[in-house]
Every structure is written in structure tokens, then in C-alpha cells.
């Protein structure tokens, strides 16, 4: 039997974002999203699920709070709906949507929940996409805008802040691949949606040091892990470019003020660059505070000339999978925080790791124990990272509750509660009650 131990004042948490859980679309003044238009769009998302009631928790966000109570969580990472607080994007601000948040906010610190709260998840104001969304540079001033109404309406309570989720689904995932919204397949869209999306992170940060925000700020990179299937070049090669198109692309600017150079070169050949205006480096290198790190697995890569924007493809190694279909590694999630120690110690909080385990209720119960065992590996790893001295300070898992997987629709489960979609009842789910004992003692145990 082992026993990981950790530290006192060690974060541990929950995850979700708006879109994925609020529901009530056309409520409380809310404008619709990217998401609103992508989801109502046919052949987008699975079955044609939309977020329009998802978990209902915005009615229902005093049952999720009781919920993270009985978990015992001390930190619960949520998401702001932009459209809720200025409905068509950068125009009038919506009272409704900042008081629905602060009565949710005041709810998590009534039970002793620090509040992390992500500016953005995803869920862009569909009239800015209207005129280019993240393409259009006027999305930056937005944002900033945004951002500011927040930090002055919630300073005093809210104390951790990110202002991007997973940067990579935003500009490539959305914008190249195109499974998720908008739904472009334009290399050089992507470029200039992740550029845009970090000076609007460098002015944000900035924006939050002049109005002298009580608290910490930092961003979201969802991170690769791979290994190449060989040892030639083109393969590691490939390996190398997945990589760092997920942190290295973002965290390069933010800390060294300069895109990559090999991954630069590698979108440059083709004809692309991101479109760099005048000072726009210097405004995205603002020092932040901690990055919270998104890892769900790592994979085996190799060159395919068709392999996409990368020319890169995954080689299925026949390792166990979860239903999402991703494997099951939690090596990745050691190799990459000691990976992102070029940036420096950096204060690193693992702001989602997870397992889709569609696992359904059998007498009352849902027996996911595959979602136990996938928790346990990762966060030994966790344990590992922090006995080689690396700062990191917390662990959210994805997520509390099944919730709308984006293009994935409801089919994919990733919570530690149940929800049954029609009754939108909530059943803790047997992760729920381990992850409890986890919290409640600091240290988790493992039979080996
Ligand atoms: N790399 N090339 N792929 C080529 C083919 O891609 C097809 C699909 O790709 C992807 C890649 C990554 C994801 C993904 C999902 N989550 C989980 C969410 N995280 C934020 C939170 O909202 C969770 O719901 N994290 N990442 C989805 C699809």
C-alpha cells in the first residue's frame, strides 16, 4: 500500500464553464453565443444536442454548490458567459447577468469555495463573430472591456482568475480542424484567432494590474504530451510540432515574447504567419501569475505528408481507452509539467484532468471505476510532480457534473455526478465519493 501525501494548502477542485452547464440560453438578458449558432446547426453537434438547458445550473447552482460541498472541495473552477454580461459583445452591460454571478459567487464563499473563475470558455457573443470574431482585431478591445467590467465588479471576491481556456481549440481546433465553433478549416484563420486571443490576454493582464485586481491572473493552455513512433526525424519532428502548437505556440509570447521559431518556420513555409501589428509582442508579454494546465492524455506520433496543418498522425498503440476514445497515460502529465519548467517554476494549478467513462446508473449507483483508476494514476503523478519540487498548487477535476462535451453532445460523460438529462437530477457517481476521501484526508492511497 502507498500513501501520496499532500501539502495542507493544497487546492483541490472541480471544473465547468458556462456553456456546458448554465443552460437557460434565452434568459436573464443573455445574448446568444458561437455556441448558441454552432449547436442549433445541424450535423455539428451529435443527435443535435444545444447547450439551451444543458444542466440547468443556472436555477439550479445552489444544488450544485451543496453538491461541491458534500465533495469537500475547497477551489471550483466556473467560466463566465461574455454573452450574459454584455449581451451582443462590447455594447451595454447586462445588470441580470452580473447579479446572477454574484449570487452564485456569494454562494461559493458562504461554504468556503474559492472561487477560479475563467473569463473564457469558448463561448464567444455571436455578434462579434458577426464582423470576424476572434479574426477581427475589434475582438481584442471587447474582450478587454469585458474582462474590466468584470475585475471591478468582482475584486474583493474573486481572487484567481484565467482569461483563456484552452487556447489550441480556440484558434486551431475551431478555426483549422473545424470541429468546434465557428467551424472554419482556414490555417490562417487559426493564426490569426491565436494571436488576436493573446494580445487580447497581454491587454487583459494589463487592464487587471491598473486597476490593481486583489488577486492572480493567468491562463489556460490545454497541453500534448508525444512521443514519436520512431526515431527518425520526420517523426520526432511530428511529435515536436503537436507539442508545441499547445503550449509552446501560447506560452512562448506570454513568457519570452516571441512565437517559437521552429513551429514559426513550420506554418511560414506554407505562406502563413500570425499577423504581428506594432507593439503587439510587447503587450502580450505581460507577467502573469500561475497558468492552469488542462492534460487528458498523451500520444504516439508520427509524420504523414496528409497528416493535416502538422502533417502529423496519432498511432493507436492499442493502450486502454476511455469512451471519448483517447488513452489511458498519466506519464504524459509528469513529462509535460517538467516540460513547461523552461518557462520557469512557475506557480502551475492542473485546472482539468479527467476521464469520459459513460458509465450509466445501475440500482441507484453508477460503478465507474475505470474514472477511479484513471484519477488515481493521474494524480500520483500529480505527487510525483511535486516531490521534484515543481510549484504546482492544485488539482481540479473535469468535472463536477456530465455536461454538454461540446460537439460531443450529452453522450459523452465526463463528471463526477450524474445528471439525468430529462429530470436533471444529480447522482453522485462512486469517483464522487472517492475523490471525497482523497480531499477530506490529503493524501490518497493506492493498493501497490
Ligand atoms: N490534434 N488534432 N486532432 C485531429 C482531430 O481532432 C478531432 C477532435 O480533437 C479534439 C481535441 C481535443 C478536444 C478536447 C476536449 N476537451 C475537454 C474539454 N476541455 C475543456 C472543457 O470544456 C472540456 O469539455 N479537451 N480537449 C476535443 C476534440
Not at 493502450?319 to 471519448?324: F, Q, Y
Not at 509528469?334 to 479527467?354: A, M, P, R, S
Request: aromatic fraction near 14%; hydrophobic fraction near 35%; proline fraction near 4%.
Amino acid at each position: 500500500m502507498t500513501i501520496f501525501q499532500f501539502p495542507n494548502d493544497f487546492k483541490w477542485g472541480t471544473a465547468t464553464a458556462a456553456y456546458q452547464i448554465e443552460g437557460a440560453a434565452r434568459e436573464g438578458g443573455r445574448g446568444p453565443s458561437i455556441w448558441d449558432t454552432f449547436s442549433h446547426t445541424p450535423g455539428r453537434v451529435f443527435n443535435g444536442d444545444n447547450g439551451d438547458v444543458a444542466c440547468d445550473s443556472y436555477h439550479r447552482y445552489e444544488e450544485d454548490v451543496e453538491l461541491m460541498k458534500e465533495l469537500g472541495i475547497n477551489t471550483y473552477r466556473f467560466s463566465i458567459s461574455w454573452s450574459r454580461i454584455i449581451p451582443d459583445g462590447d455594447g451595454e452591460i447586462n445588470q441580470e447577468g452580473l447579479d446572477y454571478y454574484h449570487r452564485f459567487v456569494d454562494k461559493l464563499l458562504e461554504a468556503g469555495i474559492e472561487p477560479f473563475c475563467t473569463l473564457y470558455h469558448w463561448d464567444l457573443p455571436q455578434a462579434l463573430q458577426d464582423v470576424g470574431g476572434w479574426e477581427n482585431r475589434r475582438s481584442i478591445d471587447a474582450f478587454v472591456k469585458f474582462s474590466e467590467v468584470m475585475y471591478r465588479e468582482f475584486n474583493g471576491k474573486i481572487r484567481y482568475w484565467l482569461t483563456f481556456n484552452e487556447p489550441w481549440c480556440i484558434a486551431f481546433l475551431s478555426n483549422v480542424i473545424g470541429v468546434h465553433a465557428p467551424g472554419k478549416q482556414d490555417l490562417q484563420a487559426g493564426l490569426d484567432v491565436a494571436h488576436n486571443l493573446l494580445v487580447a490576454h497581454g491587454k487583459s493582464v494589463s487592464k487587471f494590474r491598473e486597476i490593481g485586481v486583489d488577486g492572480k491572473i493567468g491562463i489556460a493552455p490545454n497541453v500534448a504530451w508525444a512521443v514519436p513512433y520512431s526515431k527518425n526525424e520526420a517523426d520526432q519532428g511530428a511529435a515536436d510540432r503537436n507539442i508545441q502548437v499547445f503550449s509552446d505556440w501560447f506560452l512562448d509570447p506570454i513568457y519570452k515574447g516571441s512565437y517559437p521559431q521552429s513551429l514559426y518556420s513550420w506554418f511560414e513555409q506554407s505562406g502563413h504567419v500570425p499577423p504581428i501589428h506594432e507593439g503587439d509582442m510587447e503587450a502580450i508579454a505581460q507577467p502573469i501569475d500561475h497558468i492552469g494546465i488542462n492534460y487528458y492524455a498523451m500520444s504516439v506520433n508520427r509524420f504523414n505528408p496528409d497528416g493535416g496543418y502538422l502533417q502529423m498522425e496519432e498511432v493507436d498503440m492499442g493502450l486502454v481507452k476511455t469512451d471519448i476514445g483517447w488513452p489511458v497515460e498519466s506519464r504524459g502529465l509528469y513529462e509535460v509539467i517538467h516540460y513547461l519548467q523552461k518557462y520557469g517554476n512557475i506557480d502551475i494549478y492542473i485546472t482539468e484532468n479527467g476521464a469520459c467513462i459513460n458509465d450509466d446508473i445501475v440500482n441507484g449507483k453508477v460503478n465507474d471505476v475505470r474514472r477511479i483508476s484513471y484519477l488515481q494514476q493521474h494524480i500520483a503523478q500529480v505527487h510525483r510532480v511535486i516531490q521534484d519540487g515543481i510549484n504546482l498548487k492544485g488539482y481540479m477535476a473535469w468535472s463536477l457534473m456530465d455536461n454538454f462535451e461540446w460537439a460531443e453532445g450529452y453522450r459523452m460523460r465526463f463528471g463526477l455526478v450524474h445528471v439525468d438529462y430529462r429530470s436533471l437530477k444529480r447522482t453522485p457517481k462512486e469517483s464522487f465519493y472517492w475523490y471525497q476521501n482523497v480531499v477530506k484526508n490529503g493524501w490518497m492511497e493506492t493498493r501497490k
